[in-house]
């Protein structure tokens, strides 16, 4: 039902976070296949793509262009947007099943910002989260749902653009895209380093 998506370059720190939150949707039936449109990595994005099963597109050109690639080889009726990252909520599989099942055409749905990790949210976290994602236009990093159809529609990404995840969103306009209830949220820059850190420090095997 769903072909995710995901831009990589250097992303194999990220991406497992990605790639796990994403199990459940596999489990279920509701992840088709993981397409990686990569420009071209020289970590270990690959073998983790491998790992868990996903299809690697080595593309060059713009993120732009790669990502409207990638689309075009989707299987799926609807594809699904994601940054390497971006960790979803245990209950996405639901919220996405439901917006798919009941949206409209020329509807799109992103996922709520939450505050931090499900595991560690607070109640006024949340809240405080709800309110914000109300004052802020949605942002790459919480995903995004589209069917290939309304996708192809409308151009696809631009492939001249500096940010084309952030210039199609706005093509969208607001009114079209749905916020849904279950949160994304990006790993933090620190944290990714933190964990580059944590990997070069590890005593090396005797």
């Known amino acids: 039902m769903l072909s995710v998506i995901i831009p990589t370059h250097e992303s194999e720190r990220t991406l497992v976070r990605t790639l796990g939150s994403l199990v459940t949707g596999a489990t279920g ?3 088709r296949e993981v397409i990686l449109a990569d420009a071209g990595s020289q970590d270990e994005t690959a073998g983790v793509g491998d790992v868990a099963g996903c299809k690697l597109m080595v593309l060059s050109g713009s993120t732009g262009a790669r990502l409207k690639a990638a689309a075009a080889a989707a299987r799926s009726s609807w594809l ?6 971006t960790v979803l909520d245990n209950g996405w599989v639901g919220e996405a099943i439901r917006f798919i099942e009941t949206a409209e055409p020329s509807q ?11 595991a560690h949210s607070s109640t006024l976290g949340e809240i405080g989260a709800l309110i914000r994602s109300g004052f802020h236009y949605p942002k790459p ?3 995004l749902i589209v069917s290939a159809q309304y996708y192809n529609s409308l151009g696809g990404h631009d492939a001249n653009a500096a940010r084309p995840e952030s210039e199609f969103l706005k093509r969208l306009g607001r009114s ?4 849904l209830r279950s949160g994304a949220i990006m790993m933090a820059p ?10 070069r420090t590890k005593p090396a095997p005797r």
């Not at 079209?176 to 916020?179: K, L």
């Open 141 to 143: 990093e919480q995903g």
């Open 176 to 179: 079209r895209i749905v916020q």
């Open 80 to 85: 699904f947007f994601l940054l390497p990252g």
């Open 190 to 199: 620190l944290e990714r380093a933190k964990e580059r850190t944590k990997e």
């Open 108 to 118: 799109a749905a992103v996922f709520r910002r939450a505050a931090r990790p499900v």
């Open 29 to 31: 039936g509701l992840v």
